[in-house]
C-alpha cells in the first residue's frame, strides 16, 4: 500500500524539470494573433494511476482567457527529454505506444471568452501493460487563421503533461551516480562549481534529493558549506540521466559572471564584498566536496556517498605577495649596505683626523 501511494506522490509531482505546462509560440515578424491566444489547462499535469484492464474517464478543464472566442482541438503526442540539455521537446506524431487507447468525448470543441470547457480523456488500458506512460495533450486552434498584410500570424497552442502510472507488481526503482566531478582541481578564488549526474536504472520514477558538504576534510563533523542538491526536487524517467549543477561562493573575494541573452558568459569580474571580509571567509587550501544523497527504493531510503577533493589557491595574490615580500627584502638589504658603507666611511675619516696629531706630538 505505501508503495502505491509513493508511486502516485512521485507521478502527481513530476514535470521533468520543465514546469507543468509549456507554451509553445512559433515566432515570427508578424502581427498577433486576433484575439491574443491565451488558455488555462488544469490540473497540470494530468496524473493518474489505474490498473491494468480497466477503462477510466479523466478530465481536463480549459479555460479561454482570451478576448474572442476560440475553436479548438485536442490530440495526443510525444515528447523526448533530453539528457544531456535538460529540455522537453514536443513530437509532431502522436504516441505510438499508447494514442490507440485514448479517446476524447470533444476532439474538436469551443469556448467562448471568460468560459471553461470540460473535457474528457478516455484511458483503456490493456491487461498486458507496461509499469508508467508519459505524453503531452496537446491543445491548438482548429484551423489556422489567415495571414494579415502578407504577414505570418503567432499560432500558439499549450501542451498539458500527462502521467500515466500502472499500478501492477514488479516495479523496480534504482538510482545511480555515475558522475560527481567538480569543473576545475584547483580554484583561484570560488565560484566552485560541482556537477552530479544521476542515472535512474530501475522501471519507475525515482526522485533524488541530497546534499553536498564542503569540509576542509573527510572527517570533519562541522561543514564549512552545504549545498542542496536536486532543490526543487525534479523526478528522473527510467532508463535516463539527469545532470544536476551546484556551486559554492561563500567566500572573499569571489568571482561573478555576466551572461547574454544566448545564456554564454559574457564578462567575469572579481567581486570584492567588503561585508564578507572577514579572515574565516578568505578561501585557501584542499578542501573536500562531500555528497549525501537519498531516493526512496519502495521499502525505505537509500543513500548514496561520494567525495571529491580540489584546491582554492589565490595564486595571483600569492606570486604578487612573494613579488612584493622579495622587494621589500632587496630594498632593506640595499639601505643597510647604504648604511653599513657610511658607517665606515665615517669611521675612517675620523680615522684620518687623529692619524696628524698623533705624528705632531711624536716630534
Given at each position: 500500500?505505501?508503495?502505491k501511494?509513493?508511486?502516485?506522490?512521485?507521478?502527481?509531482?513530476l514535470v521533468?524539470?520543465?514546469?507543468?505546462?509549456v507554451?509553445?509560440?512559433?515566432?515570427?515578424?508578424?502581427?498577433?494573433?486576433?484575439?491574443?491566444?491565451?488558455?488555462?489547462?488544469?490540473?497540470?499535469?494530468?496524473?493518474a494511476?489505474?490498473?491494468?484492464?480497466?477503462?477510466?474517464?479523466?478530465?481536463?478543464?480549459?479555460?479561454?482567457?482570451?478576448?474572442?472566442?476560440?475553436?479548438?482541438?485536442?490530440?495526443?503526442?510525444?515528447?523526448?527529454?533530453?539528457?544531456?540539455?535538460?529540455?522537453?521537446?514536443?513530437?509532431?506524431?502522436?504516441?505510438?505506444?499508447?494514442?490507440r487507447?485514448?479517446?476524447?468525448?470533444?476532439?474538436?470543441?469551443?469556448?467562448?471568452?471568460?468560459?471553461?470547457?470540460t473535457?474528457?480523456?478516455?484511458?483503456?488500458?490493456?491487461?498486458d501493460?507496461?509499469?508508467?506512460?508519459?505524453?503531452?495533450?496537446?491543445?491548438?486552434?482548429?484551423?489556422?487563421?489567415?495571414?494579415?498584410?502578407?504577414?505570418?500570424?503567432?499560432?500558439?497552442?499549450?501542451?498539458?503533461?500527462?502521467?500515466?502510472?500502472?499500478?501492477?507488481?514488479?516495479?523496480?526503482?534504482?538510482?545511480?551516480?555515475?558522475?560527481?566531478?567538480?569543473?576545475?582541481?584547483?580554484?583561484?578564488?570560488?565560484?566552485?562549481?560541482?556537477?552530479?549526474?544521476?542515472?535512474?536504472?530501475?522501471?519507475?520514477?525515482?526522485?533524488?534529493?541530497?546534499?553536498?558538504?564542503?569540509?576542509?576534510?573527510?572527517?570533519?563533523?562541522?561543514?564549512?558549506?552545504?549545498?542542496?542538491?536536486?532543490?526543487?526536487?525534479?523526478y528522473?524517467?527510467?532508463?535516463?540521466?539527469?545532470?544536476?549543477?551546484?556551486?559554492?561562493?561563500?567566500?572573499?573575494?569571489?568571482?561573478?559572471?555576466?551572461?547574454?541573452?544566448?545564456?554564454?558568459?559574457?564578462?567575469?569580474?572579481?567581486?570584492?564584498?567588503?561585508?564578507q571580509?572577514?579572515?574565516?571567509?578568505?578561501?585557501?587550501g584542499?578542501?573536500?566536496?562531500?555528497?549525501?544523497?537519498?531516493?526512496?527504493?519502495?521499502?525505505?531510503?537509500?543513500?548514496?556517498?561520494?567525495?571529491?577533493?580540489?584546491?582554492?589557491?589565490?595564486?595571483?595574490?600569492?606570486?604578487?605577495?612573494i613579488?612584493?615580500?622579495?622587494?621589500?627584502?632587496?630594498?632593506?638589504?640595499?639601505?643597510?649596505?647604504?648604511?653599513?658603507?657610511?658607517?665606515?666611511?665615517?669611521?675612517?675619516?675620523?680615522?684620518?683626523?687623529?692619524?696628524?696629531k698623533?705624528?705632531?706630538?711624536?716630534?
Amino acid at each position: 500500500m505505501r508503495g502505491k501511494k509513493l508511486r502516485v506522490s512521485l507521478l502527481a509531482l513530476l514535470v521533468l524539470g520543465a514546469g507543468a505546462a509549456v507554451l509553445f509560440t512559433h515566432h515570427a515578424n508578424a502581427a498577433v494573433t486576433p484575439g491574443n491566444f491565451n488558455l488555462l489547462v488544469t490540473p497540470s499535469p494530468l496524473v493518474a494511476t489505474l490498473k491494468p484492464g480497466t477503462t477510466t474517464d479523466l478530465e481536463l478543464k480549459i479555460r479561454n482567457g482570451g478576448t474572442s472566442t476560440e475553436d479548438l482541438r485536442v490530440d495526443t503526442r510525444g515528447f523526448k527529454f533530453n539528457s544531456s540539455t535538460g529540455q522537453v521537446a514536443l513530437d509532431d506524431t502522436r504516441p505510438a505506444d499508447i494514442s490507440r487507447w485514448i479517446t476524447f468525448s470533444d476532439p474538436t470543441f469551443t469556448v467562448q471568452p471568460g468560459q471553461w470547457f470540460t473535457e474528457k480523456v478516455r484511458v483503456a488500458l490493456p491487461k498486458d501493460t507496461g509499469f508508467s506512460y508519459s505524453f503531452a495533450l496537446l491543445i491548438a486552434r482548429k484551423d489556422a487563421p489567415a495571414p494579415v498584410g502578407g504577414q505570418r500570424l503567432l499560432q500558439g497552442s499549450i501542451a498539458d503533461f500527462t502521467l500515466i502510472n500502472v499500478d501492477r507488481p514488479g516495479a523496480t526503482r534504482k538510482l545511480e551516480i555515475p558522475k560527481f566531478t567538480a569543473s576545475h582541481g584547483i580554484y583561484e578564488y570560488l565560484p566552485a562549481d560541482f556537477s552530479v549526474q544521476f542515472k535512474n536504472t530501475g522501471n519507475s520514477i525515482v526522485q533524488p534529493f541530497g546534499n553536498i558538504f564542503i569540509q576542509r576534510g573527510s572527517g570533519d563533523k562541522t561543514p564549512l558549506g552545504t549545498l542542496q542538491v536536486n532543490e526543487t526536487r525534479g523526478y528522473i524517467l527510467p532508463g535516463s540521466l539527469r545532470t544536476l549543477n551546484v556551486s559554492w561562493s561563500d567566500g572573499f573575494p569571489v568571482y561573478e559572471s555576466t551572461t547574454g541573452s544566448d545564456g554564454t558568459t559574457k564578462s567575469r569580474n572579481l567581486v570584492w564584498d567588503w561585508a564578507q571580509a572577514k579572515f574565516s571567509n578568505f578561501r585557501f587550501g584542499r578542501y573536500t566536496a562531500k555528497l549525501v544523497a537519498v531516493y526512496d527504493d519502495g521499502h525505505g531510503d537509500v543513500p548514496i556517498q561520494m567525495e571529491i577533493n580540489f584546491w582554492v589557491i589565490p595564486w595571483r595574490a600569492i606570486i604578487l605577495l612573494i613579488l612584493a615580500i622579495t622587494g621589500l627584502w632587496f630594498l632593506a638589504r640595499w639601505r643597510g649596505k647604504r648604511r653599513t658603507a657610511k658607517a665606515v666611511r665615517k669611521a675612517l675619516d675620523a680615522a684620518a683626523k687623529k692619524e696628524p696629531k698623533k705624528e705632531e706630538s711624536a716630534t
